[in-house]
């Protein structure tokens, strides 16, 4: 046994891959987009270390082209997800007791290979399977989720060094183990990042997973296990299963053993599990955590001293980024009167510059939402805009799934700041615009406060530092990452530390060691060096 400490010094964030013409990356990821869509994949879950196949399969589609077929993953029931569970109790013993420079060697492993052999296979999966153009899929599937692995090693090893004081005679000491029992990771379609980052900090951490990806993101999950069970993964530290959401839950917030969630879904999922956990809170062994990151209403104000190219830059990028996938998509703007038009006609030209179709096409900007039933209610939102008073479409409108769920950028504007698609979470290629008098500042950050349940991100844009200063204040609670003349998108791992409160969750900032806490329980010892052999304290001696 070693008595040696450990450094795990801060990495650099992973560098972002341009795919410029006639670079080596974007002729190597051309190839790998050939080569998975030349075969047909057969994904198994992994239970215990060991493939798992059912015979009962899903296909795999391309959103932006559902009528080719990518493979299938085998769905499971109630059986697999006791299986997983068991499977994680039995490694949690060995697991947690590995020493933590062996434990952090496998994610560091794992993100030398994402960077490396496997970079391509990672944002091609992401690109087919999530319809993610090939920036979105560089940023997210290789650089974020390599800087995840990284940098949360770094923040464990910092935690670990955290220790009390110590009085004379006494030697205090602070140990961190994971929690008691497994912890349910369960991800979204939108971010193979944090798809991988919900199970795998956990497990960094000395836990146990059980981990369910969302449906439409099981190719690039598959791929991102295969990952790490090539570093060096122990079996039944983390079970990837396919199953549907009410069976997973019927077991798992029964189990007595249940110890945690690491979430990153809609609301209304998210307050379901937190009632049927404190539904059966008197079942488990000790109190769940209970970590989340749901929705999202994403604000842009502008101020009349803005730039309106900046404005119109932020609206652009920050809206229809990955077709207004992304969980802090722009998806409310209000404009000042004194620049509103401008800001929309410099808007609408670059929409109009902005190409819709597939990923393996390059040049396309937009891709295709998700699925058919979320490109049905985006297209019931849009088609409502379209009959409603006092509402007008100035931009896009348009949308068509006869190939791929495509659906035009689309900007509405509206007179009305309580307009429903200003409050309602969308998640779509759908931005809403308010114009307000632009000397009515302060009253216009009040209803960008009240308007929506949610907290997640927002931007200010001004030049007025005086309005910069005003905005933070006033909107302290309506965002969790907030932005100065920026658009409210692409937090990044070690340096906007990325999660909001309200109905957007539990705030507990994936990319920090806020987040790491959380997988953690901590023990405290008090050593007395020399202990006393009478009650008798000072006190009691009156001479």
């Known amino acids: 046994m070693h008595n040696a400490y450990f450094d795990f010094a801060a990495p650099a964030n992973e560098p972002v891959y341009a795919y410029a013409p006639g670079s080596p990356e974007k002729a190597a990821l051309k190839k790998q987009l050939a080569a998975f869509k030349a075969t047909q ?31 299938h993953f085998h769905y499971g029931d109630a059986s697999h997800v006791n299986a997983a569970i068991d499977a994680a109790l039995a490694a949690r013993a060995q697991w947690a007791a590995m020493p933590w420079e062996q434990r952090a060697a496998i994610f560091l492993k794992a993100a030398e290979l994402i960077a490396g052999k496997y970079r391509y296979h990672m944002n091609a999966a992401t690109m087919l399977g999530q319809s993610k153009n090939a920036y979105q899929a560089e940023i997210d599937s290789a650089c974020e989720l390599i800087d995840f692995l990284r940098f949360n090693v770094h923040y464990v090893s910092e935690i670990y060094r955290q220790q009390p004081v110590s009085s004379a005679g006494v030697h205090n000491r602070l140990e961190y183990r994971g929690l008691e029992g497994f912890v349910l990771a369960v991800t979204p379609f939108n971010f193979t990042a944090i798809a991988g980052n919900l199970p795998a900090s956990a497990a960094m951490c000395g836990n146990v997973v059980v981990w369910k990806p969302a449906d439409t993101q099981v190719f690039a999950a598959h791929e991102f296990m295969k990952i790490m069970i090539e570093a060096g993964l122990p079996a039944g530290v983390i079970n990837l299963v396919y199953v549907d959401g009410p069976v997973l839950g019927d077991v798992v917030f029964k189990h007595p053993d249940f110890a945690g969630i690491h979430f990153t879904g809609s609301t209304g999922v998210f307050q379901q599990m937190w009632k049927t956990i404190g539904e059966n809170i008197q079942r488990y062994k000790t109190y769940p955590r209970i970590v989340g990151e749901t929705g999202g209403k994403d604000f842009v104000v502008a101020h009349k001293s803005a730039d309106p190219a900046v404005v119109a830059t932020a609206l652009a990028r920050g809206a229809f980024e990955y077709q207004g996938q992304k969980c802090s998509a722009a998806s409310r703007a209000y404009l000042p009167g004194n620049i509103a038009q401008e800001v929309k006609e410099k808007l609408v030209a670059q929409l109009k510059t902005m190409k819709v179709g597939t990923t393996e096409d390059f040049s396309n900007f937009i891709n295709a939402v998700i699925d058919e039933r979320s490109f049905n209610k985006i297209a019931k939102y849009i088609d409502n805009a379209k009959q409603a008073e006092g509402v007008q479409i100035i931009a896009g409108g348009k949308y068509d799934k006869s190939v791929g769920y495509f659906i035009e950028p689309t900007v509405i504007e509206t007179k009305d700041p309580k307009y429903v698609t200003m409050c309602e979470e969308i998640f779509g290629p759908v931005l809403t615009i308010h114009v307000y008098d632009e000397n009515k500042f302060e009253e216009i950050l009040e209803v960008v406060n009240t308007t929506s349940p949610y907290a997640l991100t927002g931007s200010i844009i001004a030049q007025d530092r005086y309005a910069i200063n005003l905005a933070t204040d006033k909107l302290v609670n309506a965002a969790g990452n907030f932005y100065i003349n920026d658009k409210p998108t692409g937090a990044v791992v070690g340096q906007q530390p990325f999660g909001g409160a309200r109905a957007s969750g539990t705030n507990d900032k994936a990319g920090s060691a806020m987040n790491l806490y959380r997988w953690m329980s901590a023990r405290t010892i008090k050593e007395t060096l020399v202990p006393p052999t009478d009650y008798k304290y000072p006190f009691v001696q009156e001479a």
């Open 41 to 71: 994949a057969d994904i198994p879950m992994y239970i215990n270390g060991q493939e798992v196949r059912t015979g009962k399969t899903v296909d795999l589609r391309p959103p932006h082209e559902h009528q080719h077929k990518l493979g």
